[in-house]
């Protein structure tokens, strides 16, 4: 039998979810935004710490405005750059780097430290149509279980031809979960291979939040059907 009285801690637990729910959606949309801002704030100042160093006092931005503006750093490193490369492309720059690694060939320790370096630069920095051309699926580690993968290249040379497979072979990343810039390099018939219709970016987001937000065409807020 219900009494009047019972209303009353109804109402405060409908309150509290209410304001729970509330809270969570808060966090939600508050930390994507936090982050981003203190992520690139970071950055910056690290930047600035390292390059505001290197500038003669006279020249500090601080000697003319009094204080210190984050990002004067991140500036003179982008214009340092921008001349750095656009020297880099003359035949004078050219001549000029030749002979510095020339130089680091000579050095046992500097070499292999320079080669690795300038290796992932290279790797990190390539050019577009060195990306993923395709998210895929893929069974793995074994028939009956599927993993996400992205399509890199064609398998060409040695590894195409000594592979016991009739058909085309495709190079495929399978990222791991919640860091997808590790994973395991995998090289399939293509007929193992199906193609996704979702983008890379959808993909990735689906690797990294361990299959919590699956891409959805009609409305990115609501759960996909």
């Known amino acids: 039998m219900n009494t009047p009285f019972d209303e009353e801690p109804h109402r405060r637990s409908g309150l509290l979810s209410g304001l729970r729910a509330s809270f969570l959606t808060g ?3 508050i930390a994507p935004v936090w982050l981003t801002i203190w992520l690139i704030w970071s950055v910056v100042g690290w930047i600035d710490s390292a390059v505001l160093p290197l500038i003669p006092q006279q020249f500090q931005p601080a000697e003319y405005v009094g204080i210190n503006l984050r990002g004067v750093g991140v500036i003179i490193f982008l214009i340092f750059t921008v001349i750095v490369g656009w020297i880099a492309k003359g ?3 050219r001549s000029l780097i030749h002979f510095a690694e020339s130089l680091v060939d000579r050095m046992p320790v500097v070499r292999s430290v320079y080669s690795g370096i300038k290796q992932i630069s290279e790797t990190v920095f390539a050019q577009t149509e060195r990306s ?3 998210a895929c699926l893929i069974q793995y580690p074994r028939r009956g279980i599927w993993a996400i993968g992205f399509v890199s290249t064609t398998a060409r040379g040695e590894v195409s031809q000594r592979a016991e497979t009739g058909g085309e072979l495709l ?3 399978v990222p791991t979960t919640p860091n ?3 994973g395991f390099l995998l090289f399939f018939p293509a007929e193992d291979v199906i193609l996704l219709d979702m983008s890379i970016e959808d ?3 689906l690797v990294i939040s361990a299959g919590l937000v699956y891409p959805n065409e009609k409305d990115p807020t609501q759960p996909p059907e």
Do not use: C, H, R, Y
């Open 91 to 93: 035949i004078l720059g």
């Open 180 to 182: 997808p810039t590790s």
């Open 132 to 134: 993923f051309e395709k």
């Open 171 to 173: 190079s495929v990343f």
């Open 27 to 29: 966090i939600v949309v």
């Open 203 to 205: 993909a990735a987001k």
